[in-house]
């Protein structure tokens, strides 16, 4: 561009000369100068113009690959996030079904005594898909040895609840006397196995201080019904408060009865002027 712009201003200045020569008249300056002005101004346009608009087009070119760029890695980053939670459910195990669950004999037989019948039996648990020949087999050697006397009468219930079997279970050594002993067994039906007295106590959404401040109010109860007058005899008295100590308190074994209800069981020694049930079981 520059060099046509002083191809055209010599040309001029030639043909200026030439006319002068031929005139013998001088060229005023101005005339020389007025068209190199224009020119230039047009030229000054041209130059500012032409940079302005490449670099508008380079911004515009820079701008459009940045987004490009950050929607990749947005992309990028929305697939790894999508693959990592993918990754995370198939991690999640499928919670195993429970199997169906009995509770049968596992022995029976009936006896009298004088006129009077009695049936004795003890139970065993069967859940489809697991083992419980541990509790059974403890079971068994439990109460199969009791149940064999004439004498004696063994007898049970259970429920069975969403994932686990309470199985109750009653001993009478005299048929047809007072003094029977109780004995509890919670087995899970997710493992078939015997449960903890703090796997049963959180099965049943219980809290380990809510459950002995029961047992409490339980045992203090059971002894105000069935020995009313435990402080005016010194062995009683002693039992009482035997009882109701934080030893016997712990060795409370929670349960649920037949009919649904939360209970708990416990074993203490006789009162000495008690007659009939030596063990306490009570709804909490």
Do not use: H
């Not at 039906?189 to 903890?196: F, L």
Request: glycine fraction near 4%.
């Amino acid at each position: 561009m520059n060099k046509k712009i002083l191809a055209i201003l010599m040309a001029s200045c030639t043909m200026l000369s030439l006319a002068a020569c031929n005139t013998g008249k001088a060229v005023p300056a101005s005339s020389v100068t007025s068209a190199p002005q224009e020119t230039t101004a047009m030229s000054s346009e041209s130059e500012t113009t032409v940079p302005e608009s490449e670099t508008t087009e380079s911004s515009e070119e820079t701008t459009e690959e940045t987004t490009a760029e950050e929607t990749t890695a947005e992309t990028t980053a929305t697939s790894e996030t999508t693959s990592e939670t993918t990754t995370e459910k198939k991690a999640t195990p499928t919670p195993k079904p429970i199997g169906k669950t009995t509770v049968t004999n596992a022995y029976s037989r009936s006896f009298k005594v004088g006129k009077q019948k009695f049936t004795t039996k003890y139970p065993k648990v069967t859940i489809k898909g697991v083992s419980t020949s541990a509790v059974n087999k403890e079971i068994a050697n439990k109460f199969g040895p009791i149940a064999k006397k004439n004498d004696s009468v063994v007898k049970y219930s259970y429920y069975v609840g969403k994932n686990y079997v309470s199985i109750f279970v009653t001993v009478n050594l005299d048929a047809g006397k007072d003094g029977n002993n109780y004995y509890v067994y919670n087995v899970s039906r997710i493992t078939g196995k015997k449960m903890t007295k703090a796997e049963m106590l959180k099965v049943l959404s219980i809290k380990d201080s809510s459950f002995k401040s029961k047992v409490t109010s339980g045992i203090k109860k059971w002894w105000t019904t069935n020995v009313p007058n435990y402080k005016k005899n010194k062995a009683d008295k002693d039992m009482y408060n035997k009882a109701v100590a934080s030893k016997s308190i712990n060795s409370a074994v929670p349960f649920v009865n037949s009919k649904g209800k939360k209970c708990f069981l416990l074993r203490q020694m006789k009162a000495p002027t008690q007659a009939g049930n030596n063990d306490i079981y009570a709804t909490i």
